[in-house]
Each structure stands twice: as C-alpha cells, then as structure tokens.
C-alpha cells in the first residue's frame, strides 16, 4: 500500500523507522528534533512497539545498545550536543558490532551553540567521534522523500554489516516540509540473528555482546576484523548522485540542505552559460571518494558548499589527491547559504578562467 | 464572522503561520490596526516572528516572545500580549498558536480575557498531513485542542494541499473529510485556503459556496520546490 502524504522531515525519520520494522524507541528530547520522539511516543504504542524518554542521552544510547543486541530493529535520534553525550555509547556499540540506527538533525555549535540548522556535525559523523578505530556508516537525506527511503535503507545495512548507521540531517531537513510517498516495504523481514544475546537455551552457544578485549592478542584480531569489514563497505556501500557533471568544468560537491540550494544556484549559473555540475554524496562514510578521483582525473575542478567552516572539502581533498583544485564556499553557526550566494561564489570561480582557452 | 480576537490554531504543519500571516496582512489592508500574537513556543523553525520586520513594514505589530529570546527554546510569553488584548486601538488581533494539543496549551492562562473579549478560533486543516487524515482522528485532535486551550474552535479553514504536487483532483479527494468535520460537530467551514501560485488551478473546481482565500507563501524558500 502506498500513500502520499504532506510530511516534515522528522517525522518522515520517525514513519520511516516504523516502516522499516523499528519497534524499540529511546530517546531524550532537544530541539530541533523533538518531533521523532513526540511522533514515536504515540506510534510505537499503535504498532506494539516500545518508546521510551530515557533520563538522559547517555542512558537512551545504552537502551539502544541493549535492544539491538538481543537483536530487534532499535533506534535512538538527538542533536548536537545530545549526540556528543552519545558518544561513548557508539564506540561501545560499534566495537561490538551491534546494528542500530542513530539520527542526527544538527544544529548550531559548538558548544551549546543555537537551534538553527548546521552540517558541522560531519567530522564527528565520518571520523569516529567516540574513541578508537571505528566507523560507523553515515547516511545524508536531501529531501524528506529520501528521509524515508534511507531509513528503511540504515536498518537493512546496519543488519547486514552488525554496524551502527547514522543518518545525518541539518535542523532545516528535519522541519520543512514535502510530499511524500509512504509504502510498506514489501521484502521487509528482519533477518535471523543468531549472534543475539536472547538468553541461555540448551545446545546453543553462549552470545555474548561486549566490547572489552583485555588480552592484547585479542584486542588486535578484534580490530583487524573490523577494519576488514569496513574495507568490505566501503567496497559495496558507497552512495551518491550526479547532475550534470559529465560535461562541467566545476563540479560542485554539497550534500543535505547544501545540495538543495547549490542546485538551484546551478541552474541560475548553468542559464549563463557557466559549465558547472552537482555531485551529491549520499553515504558520507564510506565516502564516494573514487568517483570523485576519476572526475579529477577528467580534468574537473572541485567546490565544496557546506554549512560549516568546511569539513567535507577535506575528504573531498584527500580523494582528488592534489590533481585538481578544490575551493570552498560555507556559511557556519547556524546560517543557510542563499541561491545569490551560492551563484556568486560559482561566477567568482570562472572570473579569469575562460581568457586562458 | 469576524471578531476583533481570531486565534489560528490547528495541527503541526497544517498551515497555521502562512494563514495567520495572510489574514493579518488582509485585516491591515482594510485600514484595520493589526496586532499578530506568534505564540509558538513549541518549534523554533518556520515562525511568524521570522517575518516580524518585514510584516511591520506593512502595518502589523507582531509580538513573541522579549527582544533578544526569539531564538531561545525557552517557553516565555511576552507582558505585551495582555497589552494588546487590552488596547482598543488594536482592531484587530490575531494569535498564531504552535501546533497540536501542546501548541494550544499556551492559551490556556489567557482564558480570563478570552472570555471577556470574545474570540473566533479558527482551526486550519490539511487533510493530507499526519493527524488529520481521517475524519476519527481529527475530531480526536479537535477534542483535546478545545481541552488543552480551554476555547471553542468556532470555525475550519481548509488547507487542502500536497505542496507542489497539489492538482484540482487533489484538491477535490482532500475535501469531504474538511466537510464531513463540519456537519458532524456543526462547525463552519470559514475559508477554503490556497497557495496564490495553484489558485488559477484549484479555483474551478472549488464550489462557489466557499470563500477562497489566496496565499503568497512567505516562509517557503524557492529552494525547496526545485
């Protein structure tokens, strides 16, 4: 059955998860994404699932861990700095390779910086902002359509790896508003788990989920397994999409609420005859960065817009490895770039380009 | 129908703001002195108080929260909403309230001066948005508004739309629930509200029995329609 519906961002995160089989909810509210758990509360209750406000992030993260470790569909969303607090719990999470999907909808920082939406987040996303050598795989919605789609996505990725996804929005994703088409997903089965801690039963090994390892030995083949794993996502995982960048000189690379405005400002450029395309990263981590290597290789120049002081852009540097130029263009502390400012910075790229053809 | 006192309430979503901001521009235009209440203390996204200084320079005093905590999550109301309750020389008052029932709480202490000024409460539906999608749980919604406020919703604006995807057969299948609301509570259906840009679209097919009321969207950023 599919319906079309009007629906805000969070609560296309929230009617996403349900529709991808979450039934375990924990959370505590911050804005700007009280709606997940305010829809949730009255959700999963509906579906026989279970919501639960825990007394802080920390605690909420921790249910999150216990739930998918015996092996149901659980969740947990927050912002900024609710996601920092989270943190721990993630890198316990990860080591012990338990699948959960973890939402981010950014604000303003650092700090306890404002409620107005931001894409600083995406160091902390991408590079592990718990400790030690893990990752976890890092969706980036750019509409509320593909809210719904990518969170059915998270839950069946984080189950085939046993990895925590995140699906990092900006605050503004979370609150606007756009049709959608909600489905049921009709291959949606929740796979066996045999690795789920359940309880003792007869003639079944033990299951443990932990993410101690105290002899050196131990500790290390832990890490080579998961670094193995993340070779293989990175292998098969990568997302992204394209707009006109076979034929464009400048290619710029935005994703979330960014890609939206650079693409209207691409058009507005495109319309005076500037060649320039839109590559939109859909994973964050793995990140799609060759793709990026060969677009480089073909002689394009790069632009990272972001609503940061430019985090991205040093992916995006390290993929193109020094063979084409990579600029910048970003507004930060909770401010959205404008289509103007966005056209202008295109424009200002091509100044003094074409007299040297 | 038209009191000095309307309050604009309704579901998250449902096009409360962009109404409240409409009318309000509409009731200036008719020479009235208009104040407009943002009472959202619910969601700092998509606030009339954003538009504040442009709606001043057309002639509208909009109040929120104090200088300086527009931006803050904190659910302060400001003294001067009993001013303009007060002060005659407002003709016209209009109150933007936040969505669902926790939206509506917030009107709940002003009750006294409700009572004593009269009011209109004007709940806008869009019956393709969650909540109000069928006829059992918008009449739910409406019950625990009408609790939460401690007011009677007096009148319905319909707000019939899929955002760009917004067609006259659209339009037309959202209708009976909005008409189906109204006889069973016996509650008019006050405006049949449309984004300025589908009117020429949607005007044919609406019944000529309805007001229509045009919107230019104000909050919307052409971004998000590309």
């Known amino acids: ?357 | 129908m038209e009191k000095r006192i309307t309050v604009i309430g309704g579901a998250y979503g449902s096009g409360k703001t962009e109404f409240s901001m409409a009318y309000a521009l509409e009731q200036a235009k008719k020479g009235y002195q208009v104040g407009l209440i943002d009472l959202d203390i619910v969601n700092p996204y998509f606030r009339s108080r954003d538009q504040a200084e442009e709606l001043a320079h057309l002639g509208i005093n909009v109040v929120s929260t104090e200088p300086g905590l527009e931006n803050s999550d904190i659910p302060a109301l400001s003294p001067r909403i009993y001013a303009l309750f007060q002060d005659q020389a407002y003709q016209r008052v209009i109150f933007d309230v936040g969505g669902d029932p926790v939206g509506a709480r917030a009107l709940g202490r002003f009750n006294p001066y409700f009572a004593l000024a009269g009011y209109e409460y004007w709940m806008v539906i869009n019956p393709f948005r969650p909540g109000t999608r069928s006829v059992q749980e918008t009449t739910e919604l409406i019950g625990k508004l009408q609790t939460a406020s401690r007011l009677q919703i007096t009148g319905l604006v319909g707000n019939i739309n899929l955002g760009r995807e917004t067609t006259p057969e659209l339009w037309l299948e959202g209708l009976p629930l909005i008409e189906t609301i109204s006889d069973i509570l016996e509650i008019p259906i006050v405006y049949q509200m449309v984004s300025s840009q589908f009117a020429p679209m949607l005007r044919p097919v609406i019944p000529v029995k309805y007001d229509v009321f045009e919107v230019d969207l104000r909050m919307r950023p052409s971004w998000m329609d590309m």
């Not at chain 1, 629906?7 to 509210?29: D, L, S, T, V, W």
Request: aromatic share 8%.
């Open chain 1, 1 to 357: 059955m599919a319906e079309r519906i009007m629906m805000k961002g969070n609560e296309a995160f929230a009617e996403g998860a349900i529709k991808a089989g979450c039934r375990f909810f924990f959370g505590y509210p911050i804005t700007p994404q009280n709606e997940i758990p305010e829809y949730m509360s009255r959700r999963m209750p509906e579906v026989g699932g279970t919501f639960i406000q825990a007394e802080s992030e920390v605690s909420a993260i921790n249910m999150v861990y216990g739930a998918g470790g015996a092996g149901a569909r659980a969740m947990t969303s927050s912002s900024s700095p609710g996601i920092s607090l989270k943190q721990e719990g993630i890198s316990y999470i990860a080591t012990a390779e338990v699948p959960c999907v973890i939402v981010n909808v950014a604000r303003g920082g650092p700090g306890l910086g404002g409620l107005t939406p931001s894409q600083a987040d995406y160091f902390q996303a991408v590079k592990g902002g718990g400790h030690g050598d893990y990752h976890m795989i890092v969706f980036a919605p750019g509409s509320v359509q593909e809210i719904i789609d990518l969170m059915y996505e998270a839950f069946v990725t984080a189950d085939k790896y046993r990895n925590p996804v995140m699906v990092l929005a900006d605050g503004l994703l979370g609150q606007m508003m756009e049709p959608v088409v909600l489905r049921d997903w009709e291959d949606l089965q929740i796979p066996e788990k045999p690795w789920a801690s359940t309880g003792m039963v007869a003639g079944k090994p033990q299951s443990v989920i932990n993410s101690l390892g105290l002899a050196p030995e131990e500790l290390e083949n832990m890490n080579i397994r998961l670094q193995n794993k993340y070779r293989t996502i990175e292998e098969n995982e990568v997302r992204y999409e394209e707009d006109g960048v076979e034929d464009a000189e400048l290619i710029i690379v935005a994703y979330g609420t960014s890609a939206r405005v650079s693409k209207s400002a691409i058009n507005k450029a495109r319309a005076e005859g500037k060649k320039v395309g839109l590559f939109r990263p859909i994973t964050l981590w793995p990140f799609p960065s060759k793709r990026l290597a060969e677009l480089a290789e073909a002689g394009k120049r790069f632009m990272t817009v972001e609503m940061s002081a430019g985090q991205m852009i040093e992916d995006v540097k390290l993929a193109v490895n020094g063979k084409s130029e990579v600029e910048f263009y970003g507004r930060y502390n909770g401010a959205i770039p404008s289509v103007t400012e966005v056209y202008q910075a295109i424009m200002k790229s091509f100044e003094g380009r074409e007299v040297h053809k």
